[in-house]
């Protein structure tokens, strides 16, 4: 079981719940101004502090092949970015921004820049970590007020885990299925066979590109799309590859009435589809996403789902094993960090998520996920099984405290080795006070 320690149990005995639901037309609160009410520079961002503490597990060998790994602890079980230590305290993101409407007289054009301070994927990259990291620099033209063509660094027309602002979502980690399907690390092979390691920062679901997206209504109705054609590069601008992606998106609301901007009262179903490259040793491979979604929200109680597939190029995960000196706090990665990617398998997934808001300070949600990884080739396998409780507490509008605590485990049905490593996952406490200004 998971062992909380005295500094974390302190937290937790003043933690409350917030009110984190979230229903939203992404594309339009992301990438457009309101008429008329534009500042010329509005400066905005959040700052998220946290502690996590995952149970630390000893592998524990069921079959010959992992008897040397018994006792060993996992990569997969240290605390992110860093993944050195099972514990600890961390800024995770603290974003500053500028957004708005340069020529006050003309609302035809806005724009949003966004940079990431903080500590995590996004600024620690293979070279070593970046004091600051550009996330959003884009640039909006509105052909009317109801269709746009936005062009820059943005966030790409997915799911709505994948799309909606994270200082908005009741959970503090995604869920496995967008995690290792959506939020892209881009790879170089190892120097060992079936090893690779990372290249620049994470993809942050973001790329650089041009998007037409619009909206339009039909009473109650309304009608969101989007056609995004950019690089297929992630959040580092340069492209290497010469390959483009194409995401296609579309959502039909049935408007509740109440609420406004992410909190608007809704019943949303969407779909979207992402194809393109990627280059990996030398060769090029397809790379498609896409999927589906639900989301309910009447202003007391949340429902969301999604059902995500993923062909070719799908990540498989950290080097599992932690070096041989490695302690029960320290971790000792191996030198290649990543496996290769399954560069022509397949994966889906999906979750459900319930929220219910108590009082204007307190809400709670439950979520569960699975991810079922590599599905072409039985040894590569994985398959992930998740749950997801949150509570928090809202001091104010701006500022929450937020207590995750994941249920995590892990297969590898038809690799007895790989499945003794992967049983290993540990549970994860997550505590997290953010400040949005």
């Not at 992930?384 to 207590?403: D, E, G, P, V």
Request: contains cysteine; glycine residues 10%; hydrophobic residues 35%.
């Amino acid at each position: 079981m998971l062992k909380i320690r005295p500094i974390a149990l302190a937290t937790l005995m003043t933690l409350g719940t917030t009110t984190g639901a979230q229903a939203a037309n992404w594309l339009v609160l992301q990438g457009t101004e309101a008429p008329g009410t534009a500042k010329r520079a509005h400066v905005w961002g959040f700052i998220q502090f946290e502690y996590s503490q995952i149970d630390n597990k000893k592998i524990k060998s069921t079959v010959p092949a992992s008897a040397a790994l018994d006792g060993r602890y996992i990569v997969p079980n240290q605390v992110a970015p860093d993944l050195t230590t099972h514990s600890g305290f961390n800024i995770k993101r603290a974003r500053i921004g500028v957004r708005g409407n340069p020529f006050p007289l003309d609302n035809k054009l806005n724009y949003f820049l966004l940079a990431e301070f903080g500590n995590n994927g996004i600024t620690n990259t293979d070279k070593g970590r970046d004091f600051v990291k550009v996330t959003d620099a884009s640039i909006t033209y509105n052909i009317t007020p109801n269709h746009h063509l936005r062009a820059g660094l943005f966030r790409l027309p997915m799911g709505d885990e994948s799309i909606q602002a994270i200082f908005i979502s009741p959970y503090i980690n995604y869920t496995a299925v967008t995690n290792q399907l959506l939020l892209e690390r881009f790879l170089t092979p190892g120097t060992a066979p079936g090893k690779a390691n990372r290249v620049g920062s994470v993809g942050a679901f973001r790329d650089t590109g041009v998007e037409l997206f619009g909206t339009f209504t039909r009473g109650k109705w309304e009608h969101s799309y989007a056609l995004m054609y950019s690089n297929g590069n992630g959040i580092d601008m340069n492209d290497t590859d010469g390959n483009r992606d194409t995401t296609l998106y579309w959502a039909s609301t049935w408007l509740l009435g109440g609420g406004k901007k992410a909190f608007r009262h809704e019943v949303k179903a969407y779909l979207w589809r992402q194809d393109g490259k990627r280059l990996y040793n030398g060769s090029n491979y397809n790379r498609t996403r896409q999927g589906v979604g639900i989301t309910w929200f009447d202003g007391r109680y949340r429902i969301m789902g999604e059902y995500i597939e993923a062909d070719g190029m799908i990540f498989n995960g950290l080097n599992p094993v932690c070096g041989a000196s490695s302690t029960a706090d320290h971790c000792v990665r191996p030198a290649d960090s990543f496996n290769a990617p399954l560069t022509k398998d397949r994966a889906n997934g999906w979750y459900v998520d319930l929220g219910y808001i108590i009082n204007p300070r307190w809400d709670v949600s439950v979520r569960y996920d699975s991810l079922d990884r590599g599905t072409k080739t039985p040894t590569a396998l994985r398959e992930f099984r998740n749950w997801t409780l949150a509570a928090q507490y809202h001091f104010n509008k701006k500022t929450r405290l937020a207590l995750n605590y994941e249920i995590r485990n892990a297969r590898a049905p038809h690799a007895p080795k790989a499945d003794d490593i992967v049983g290993a996952f540990g549970n994860r406490l997550t505590v997290q006070l953010q400040a949005v200004f």
